[in-house]
């Protein structure tokens, strides 16, 4: 019932469902940030949380590649995973 903290893993991608974020894809990296070539790992949970910064999280938004929550095609794209920041 608690949370997970996955250190050395960098999320790919966001599977949705419909409106519904159903997994995250990671990828188990190396110190530096190279691949390690391990198989990815597919995360389920209830709750996600995108704290990437300012680089890493609207990058996380654009593999997942959904119009929607794409931050160059959708003027309130903040809304969908951040309803405290005012668009």
């Given at each position: 019932?608690?949370?997970?903290?996955?250190?050395q893993t960098?999320?790919?991608?966001?599977?949705?469902?419909?409106?519904?974020?159903?997994?995250?894809?990671?990828?188990?990296?190396?110190?530096?940030?190279?691949?390690?070539g391990?198989?990815?790992?597919r995360?389920?949970?209830?709750?996600?949380v995108v704290?990437?910064?300012?680089?890493?999280?609207?990058?996380?938004?654009?593999?997942t590649?959904?119009?929607?929550?794409?931050?160059?095609?959708?003027?309130?794209?903040?809304?969908?995973?951040?309803?405290?920041?005012?668009?």
């Open positions: 019932r608690g949370a997970s903290l996955l250190v960098r999320a790919e991608r966001l599977e949705l469902q419909g409106d519904r974020i159903a997994a995250l894809h990671c990828v188990p990296v190396q110190t530096d940030g190279r691949p390690q391990q198989a990815a790992v995360i389920v949970a209830r709750h996600y704290a990437g910064g300012a680089i890493n999280s609207p990058a996380l938004l654009l593999r590649a959904r119009p929607s929550i794409n931050p160059k095609r959708s003027r309130n794209w903040r809304q969908a995973f951040s309803p405290n920041i005012p668009a």
